[in-house]
């Protein structure tokens, strides 16, 4: 499985972006799928979570309210909408897909990972 994240760059505070993870070589629609980040000296954290329809997300209270992710299973992608962006968002952000297709809040139930995109907001 291979997982293609992108979307990342530089805004400024209160600012948006969204990001994009295109997964390949299994069956997209099968997979839960989560967005984690990790900021310098700092452990990785969860950010989002959804399972394999979209009918269930789960959020970290840090992004609650600000973040959506979303999923499009024709499309193998998973987003992750980003809305009033603050400089303690700053960090890279990884996408992850678990194979039995839950919104799974812990790193060691993702058994695939993404490259990493970066996200850097300015005060």
Same mark, same amino acid.
């Given at each position: *499985?291979?997982?293609?994240? !992108?979307?990342?760059?530089?805004? @400024?505070?209160? #600012? +948006?972006?969204?990001? +994009?993870?295109?997964? +390949?070589?299994? %069956?997209?629609? %099968?997979? #839960?799928? #989560?967005?984690?980040?990790?900021?310098? =000296?700092? =452990?990785?954290?969860? *950010?989002?979570?959804?399972?394999?329809?979209?009918? !269930?997300?789960?959020? &970290? /209270?840090?992004?609650? #309210?600000?973040?959506?992710? $979303?999923? /499009?299973?024709?499309?193998?992608? *998973?987003?992750? @909408?980003?809305? $009033?962006?603050?400089?303690? /968002? %700053?960090?890279?952000?990884?996408?992850? &897909?678990?194979? &039995?297709?839950? $919104?799974?809040?812990? !790193?060691?139930?993702? =058994?695939?990972?993404?490259?990493? %995109? @970066?996200?850097? *907001? +300015?005060?």
């Amino acid at each position: *499985v291979q997982l293609q994240a !992108s979307g990342g760059g530089l805004v @400024q505070a209160e #600012g +948006s972006l969204r990001l +994009s993870c295109a997964v +390949s070589g299994r %069956t997209f629609s %099968t997979l #839960g799928m #989560g967005w984690f980040r990790q900021a310098p =000296e700092k =452990e990785r954290e969860i *950010v989002a979570a959804i399972n394999w329809s979209g009918g !269930s997300a789960e959020y &970290a /209270d840090s992004v609650q #309210g600000r973040f959506t992710i $979303s999923r /499009d299973n024709a499309k193998n992608t *998973v987003y992750l @909408q980003m809305n $009033s962006l603050k400089p303690e /968002d %700053t960090a890279v952000y990884y996408c992850a &897909a678990n194979v &039995a297709g839950y $919104s799974a809040y812990a !790193s060691h139930n993702y =058994e695939y990972w993404g490259q990493g %995109t @970066q996200v850097t *907001v +300015s005060s």
